[in-house]
């Protein structure tokens, strides 16, 4: 007899309280950073913790430069400046990511080109980066999403062959590495979040790191009031081109090199985690899970799955599936939920393209075609939005014994199809 389902009244596979739902942990040592932070007379970006941040996060990641930022947003937007995108430019992207890895090109008065995604990586397929390429495309923003990298080698060929700059956007991907290379480290730019739920927090903050001297001294230019950047944290006092406000402060950046000590340990935590799910949920049909190909080092910021509900013989809707089979899943006590569940290009911005009113930047006379974002064809996005849900909380202190009752509960709810559905 099989055990009564807690959508039916039955024990949730997962004990209530076994899973610790906040993230990130705060310990001592988070405490301790931040109360050293407070005794400093500066408390904004002029505090030595900022500076010791950059220099933290540069040799962590491996890049000649770091400027630390208040949000993954902010250093993408600098990114896109740097790299020399202007007005009515086009920059070539993923259908599929957070808002920002397109609206940060909008922010700078240029066009989003969308292309489809490839369903391995769930980034931008680099097959159709070609097709989307005008006289007017200056970049291309690669997502590496959920903890996994894009990927990179045949997107840096096409972009090396066009002339056309590459942008990481690494918000969800710190230390994952495609081939041996940490992923912001192959383009020419990259941007990084530390808002609460990334595998590095500091509640909100962010990275842009770079290699490239010119492309640091414009992008460090929208961080301070169009000022040019001095790392003794003296100012010029001088608006020397466009400038917004993009400084992070010191208690953010205390908080974050505490974290960062922690985050090797943390990411073996998300990796140990993912990778038992993938080899149990494996074996269940119906549930097929993220893939880490070969070379590729996935981090596990999150962790997608598809439901099949063909793998099991049904001949139903996907979205359906996915609802019934969550509903049952969430009650079981194994936090399961999609994130976006509409392609960028099908937002109310897109379709009305209208940015700064008046059109903007689609209307902006340097916009020099008619570019269209009606039923873009986007069959991998599409069939990816209704099958995917995310896994949550591989983050530590939860363990192999907490996955264990995930799975748990993963089996007895595709054991009994046939209830969850009726
Ligand atoms: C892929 C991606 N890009 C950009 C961002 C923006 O980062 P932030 O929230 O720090 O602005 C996020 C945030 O979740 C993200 O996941």
């Not at 959508?7 to 001592?28: M, S």
């Not at 230390?175 to 609460?196: E, P």
């Amino acid at each position: 007899m099989p055990e009564k389902l807690a959508i039916h009244g039955g024990p949730p596979a997962v004990p209530p309280g076994l899973t610790h739902t906040r993230w990130p942990v705060i310990d001592d040592t988070d405490r301790q950073a931040v109360l050293r932070a407070l005794e400093h007379p500066s408390l904004t970006a002029g505090s030595p913790e900022v500076a010791a941040l950059n220099q933290e996060w540069s040799a962590w990641q491996g890049a000649r430069h770091c400027l630390s930022t208040n949000s993954g947003t902010a250093a993408l937007h600098m990114a896109v400046a740097a790299v020399g995108v202007q007005a009515g430019d086009e920059v070539i992207t993923s259908a599929f990511s957070w808002t920002s890895t397109a609206t940060c090109i909008l922010h700078h008065n240029a066009v989003p080109i969308f292309i489809d995604i490839d369903p391995v990586t769930i980034s931008l397929d680099p097959a159709l980066i070609e097709g989307a390429i005008s006289p007017y495309t200056k970049a291309v923003i690669v997502p590496h999403l959920h903890g996994l990298s894009a990927n990179m080698d045949p997107i840096l060929a096409v972009c090396r062959e066009h002339n056309l700059k590459v942008i990481e956007d690494c918000c969800q991907s710190h230390g994952a590495t495609y081939k041996g290379r940490k992923v912001g480290t192959m383009g020419d730019v990259a941007a990084f979040s530390l808002n609460q739920n990334k595998n590095l927090s500091a509640g909100e903050g962010g990275f842009l790191t770079t290699d490239d001297d010119d492309i640091f001294d414009k992008a460090a230019r929208l961080w301070q009031f169009g000022e040019i950047y001095r790392p003794d944290g003296s100012r010029d006092m001088n608006a020397h081109g466009m400038g917004w406000m993009y400084r992070t402060a010191g208690l953010p950046a205390a908080l974050a090199r505490a974290q960062l000590a922690k985050l090797d340990h943390y990411t073996e935590v998300f990796q140990t985690n993912g990778r038992y799910l993938t080899r149990e949920l494996s074996q269940i049909p119906g549930v097929e899970p993220p893939a880490e190909p070969e070379g590729y080092e996935h981090v596990f910021y999150n962790y997608p799955i598809r439901f099949k509900p063909e793998q099991v013989g049904l001949d139903m809707d996907a979205e359906g599936f996915r609802l019934k089979v969550s509903a049952a899943l969430n009650a079981e006590g194994v936090e399961v939920a999609p994130w976006w569940n509409i392609a960028i290009p099908d937002m109310v911005l897109f379709q009305q393209k209208d940015g700064y009113g008046k059109g903007c930047p689609w209307s902006c006379p340097y916009a020099r075609r008619d570019v269209s974002y009606d039923n873009l064809d986007l069959p991998q996005t599409r069939q990816w939005l209704k099958e995917y849900a995310l896994i949550r909380h591989l983050h530590a202190p939860n363990d192999l014994r907490v996955m264990e009752a995930f799975v748990r509960a993963f089996r007895k709810v595709f054991d009994q199809l046939d209830e969850v559905l009726r």
